[in-house]
């Protein structure tokens, strides 16, 4: 579950980089609660029928919470991304474009009582990345993304199976497409070689030479 997994990574990294977060009067934890809420707050059930929820969030601090955020700024916005993506497959509830986070300041906002808006940002591709072995998130949109072992390619491939120009995911109507650019071992979909243009779905599993990258519509 989305802020319960999100618990469980800040306690695996409290010895580590957001150790001293919880040496201040801002609790990580409380941002995840806060998120989650904004979410079930302004869920909506779309023309299609399936609920919706937000997908860019942005918080305000203030200056004393957000100097002590100094290098783990980019980590807890990944992690409450991640939070937000976890707590929408939880309540099966769709994305209109890409999750994103943002932190800012403000001189408005009391020590501890961080501030959040959530809103509806439409990409006319909807959301979608993907997840690269390490974890990394690889977001998708108006543009080509290509893969391989060419250090030109888009995503680089450190894997000698792969082909220089492996594949690419395009943009195309309501979603992305997996596309093989004739590589010798081929492209694989949750074990199935492609031979043609191939759709992604959320949650497929995406095989170039021994590399398998994950698709999420979130």
Known sequence: MGIKGFEQRLENAVEGTFARLFKTSLSPVELGRKLVREMDQQRRVGVDGRSMMPNQFDF??????????????????????????????????????????????SDSVSDGVPQVTARFAESPHGPGSLVLPTGDRV??????????????????????????????????????????????NGTKVNGQRITQMYVLADGDQVQFGNTTMRFEAS
């Open 60 to 105: 305000l601090l203030s200056p004393k919470d957000h100097e002590s955020l100094g290098d783990v700024d980019v980590s807890l916005r990944r992690e409450l991304a991640e939070a937000a993506r976890e707590h929408g497959r939880d309540e099966q509830c769709t994305f209109v474009g890409p999750v994103s986070v943002e932190i800012a300041t």
């Open 139 to 184: 977001e998708l949109g108006e543009f080509v993304v290509t893969i391989g072992r060419d250090t030109s390619a888009d995503i680089v491939l450190g894997d000698p199976n792969a082909s220089r120009r492996h594949a690419e995911v395009r943009p195309v109507a309501n979603g992305f497409a997996l596309v093989d650019l004739g590589a010798l």
